[in-house]
C-alpha cells in the first residue's frame, strides 16, 4: 500500500475527525532567515522570491489535523497560497489552534520508523515557528508490516516523546498500536 492510501484510509475511518490540511510545509521561517544572511543583496528581491530560492530547505508534513466533530479534507494547496498564509497572520488557519501532525509510512520497519519519528520532532518545531501553532499530538500512521525492533521502539515512543501510533489495514481498518488514554 502507498502511503497516500495509508493516509487516505485513515483519514476517512474518522477514527481523528477534524479539518484536514495535506503536505503542509515547515521551515519558511529558517530559510528565509538563512538567505537574508547569505546574500545582503537580496534584500532587494521579495520575500516569495527568497523562499523560492531556498524551497529544497523547507519540508511538508504529511498532514495536519485541526480537531473538529466532523472530517473535512481541504483541497491540496499550492506552495504560493502557502506562503501567503505564511505572510498574512489572518490567513493562518492554524494560528493559537492545536493540531496533530501527521506522518504516513507505507509500512513501519526500523528505518521507516526511525525517519518518521526524526521528521515529527522536526516538524513540531518548526511547524510551532512558522505556523504559531500549538502541537497537541504526533502521529505515525502506516500499512503493513512491522519488525520486532520498531515494535519495541512503538512502546516507548508514546511516553517518552509523545508520539502515537496507529496501523491501517488494507481494508481501511485502523488500530492503535501504542494506547493513548483519551485521543479524542
Given at each position: 500500500m502507498r502511503e497516500s492510501d495509508v493516509l487516505k484510509r485513515f483519514i476517512e475511518s474518522g477514527i481523528l475527525p477534524g479539518i484536514w490540511f495535506l503536505e503542509v510545509p515547515v521551515g519558511f521561517e529558517v530559510a528565509y532567515k538563512k538567505a537574508m544572511a547569505e546574500r545582503a543583496e537580496w534584500r532587494e528581491f521579495e520575500f516569495n522570491k527568497v523562499l523560492d530560492l531556498y524551497s529544497v530547505m523547507t519540508k511538508r508534513i504529511d498532514a495536519v489535523c485541526i480537531r473538529a466533530r466532523q472530517n473535512a479534507i481541504k483541497p491540496k494547496i499550492p506552495l504560493r497560497y502557502w506562503?501567503?498564509?505564511?505572510?498574512?497572520p489572518g490567513l493562518n488557519p492554524f494560528f493559537g489552534r492545536?493540531?496533530?501532525?501527521?506522518?504516513a509510512k507505507p509500512r513501519?520497519?526500523?528505518?521507516?520508523a526511525f525517519t518518521a519519528i526524526g521528521q515529527l520532532i522536526y516538524y513540531e518545531h518548526h511547524f510551532?515557528?512558522?505556523?504559531?501553532?500549538?502541537?497537541e499530538a504526533k502521529a505515525v500512521v502506516y500499512g503493513d508490516g512491522m519488525d520486532e525492533v520498531t515494535a519495541e521502539v512503538i512502546k516507548a515512543i508514546k511516553a517518552k516523546l509523545g508520539i502515537i501510533t496507529w496501523h491501517v489495514s488494507e481494508e481501511g481498518r485502523v488500530t492503535l498500536i501504542n494506547h493513548y488514554s483519551d485521543p479524542y
Amino acid at each position: 500500500m502507498r502511503e497516500s492510501d495509508v493516509l487516505k484510509r485513515f483519514i476517512e475511518s474518522g477514527i481523528l475527525p477534524g479539518i484536514w490540511f495535506l503536505e503542509v510545509p515547515v521551515g519558511f521561517e529558517v530559510a528565509y532567515k538563512k538567505a537574508m544572511a547569505e546574500r545582503a543583496e537580496w534584500r532587494e528581491f521579495e520575500f516569495n522570491k527568497v523562499l523560492d530560492l531556498y524551497s529544497v530547505m523547507t519540508k511538508r508534513i504529511d498532514a495536519v489535523c485541526i480537531r473538529a466533530r466532523q472530517n473535512a479534507i481541504k483541497p491540496k494547496i499550492p506552495l504560493r497560497y502557502w506562503l501567503e498564509m505564511y505572510r498574512n497572520p489572518g490567513l493562518n488557519p492554524f494560528f493559537g489552534r492545536k493540531v496533530w501532525l501527521i506522518e504516513a509510512k507505507p509500512r513501519l520497519m526500523s528505518d521507516q520508523a526511525f525517519t518518521a519519528i526524526g521528521q515529527l520532532i522536526y516538524y513540531e518545531h518548526h511547524f510551532e515557528r512558522d505556523w504559531k501553532g500549538v502541537v497537541e499530538a504526533k502521529a505515525v500512521v502506516y500499512g503493513d508490516g512491522m519488525d520486532e525492533v520498531t515494535a519495541e521502539v512503538i512502546k516507548a515512543i508514546k511516553a517518552k516523546l509523545g508520539i502515537i501510533t496507529w496501523h491501517v489495514s488494507e481494508e481501511g481498518r485502523v488500530t492503535l498500536i501504542n494506547h493513548y488514554s483519551d485521543p479524542y
